[in-house]
């Protein structure tokens, strides 16, 4: 092997490393110019879990917090743009009694919410998917004669709450 052939394959190798160096740069820079042109949500799984009730509640309030945090990133007339899905599979209500150590209540517990974002391109396919988990303490009120009233904004205080970091899990 020659000094020329040497030389250029070490360049080779560097320029390599140095796109790889950047290629998360890129990546994360990326999201930034990402536009939405319609955002969806998908209760569908609570129904399959017995949760049709907190997924409606959820299909009520979820759309206007997204539309809010996603407000920066929505070009509602451009057709290539994408779409957002925010699905949700799964809200655990916690028992009261169950919450962490840091709250020791008997009125105390921790609630749960479990979905995806899923980012349609222009044609309808999936281009990325974010998972997220959010969990939340509650304060709980077991023999409050408003009980469905506690339970249904507890269940919107989670549909907040994904909203809220879902941004934040895409990058944006």
């Not at 320029?15 to 740069?25: K, M, N």
């Not at 919450?99 to 009125?107: A, D, I, V, Y």
């Given at each position: 092997?020659?000094?020329?052939?040497?030389?250029?394959?070490?360049?080779a190798?560097?320029?390599?490393?140095?796109a790889?160096?950047?290629?998360?740069?890129l990546?994360a820079?990326a999201?930034a110019?990402?536009?939405?042109?319609?955002?969806?949500v998908?209760?569908s799984?609570?129904?399959?879990?017995d949760?049709?009730?907190?997924g409606?509640?959820i299909e009520?309030?979820?759309?206007?917090?997204?539309?809010?945090?996603?407000?920066?990133?929505?070009?509602?007339?451009?057709?290539?743009?994408?779409?957002?899905v925010?699905?949700i599979?799964?809200?655990?209500?916690?028992?009261?009694?169950?919450?962490?150590?840091l709250?020791e209540?008997?009125?105390?517990?921790?609630d749960?919410?479990?979905?995806?974002?899923?980012?349609?391109?222009?044609r309808?396919?999936?281009?990325a998917?974010?998972p997220?988990f959010?969990?939340?303490?509650?304060?709980?009120q077991?023999?409050?004669p408003?009980?469905?009233?506690?339970?249904?904004?507890?269940v919107e205080?989670?549909?907040?709450?994904?909203a809220?970091?879902?941004?934040?899990q895409?990058?944006?």
């Amino acid at each position: 092997m020659d000094n020329t052939t040497s030389a250029m394959t070490r360049r080779a190798a560097v320029s390599a490393l140095a796109a790889f160096a950047l290629a998360p740069r890129l990546a994360a820079a990326a999201p930034a110019a990402l536009r939405f042109r319609q955002i969806r949500v998908d209760v569908s799984p609570l129904a399959d879990k017995d949760e049709a009730d907190w997924g409606r509640v959820i299909e009520r309030v979820l759309p206007a917090e997204l539309q809010r945090s996603f407000g920066a990133y929505l070009a509602p007339g451009d057709r290539n743009g994408a779409t957002l899905v925010a699905r949700i599979d799964l809200v655990t209500l916690g028992a009261p009694g169950q919450g962490s150590l840091l709250f020791e209540s008997n009125f105390s517990t921790t609630d749960s919410i479990n979905g995806v974002g899923i980012v349609l391109d222009g044609r309808g396919r999936p281009v990325a998917t974010y998972p997220l988990f959010s969990s939340m303490h509650a304060d709980t009120q077991p023999n409050s004669p408003y009980q469905e009233d506690v339970l249904r904004r507890r269940v919107e205080t989670l549909a907040l709450s994904f909203a809220q970091w879902l941004p934040g899990q895409m990058g944006l």
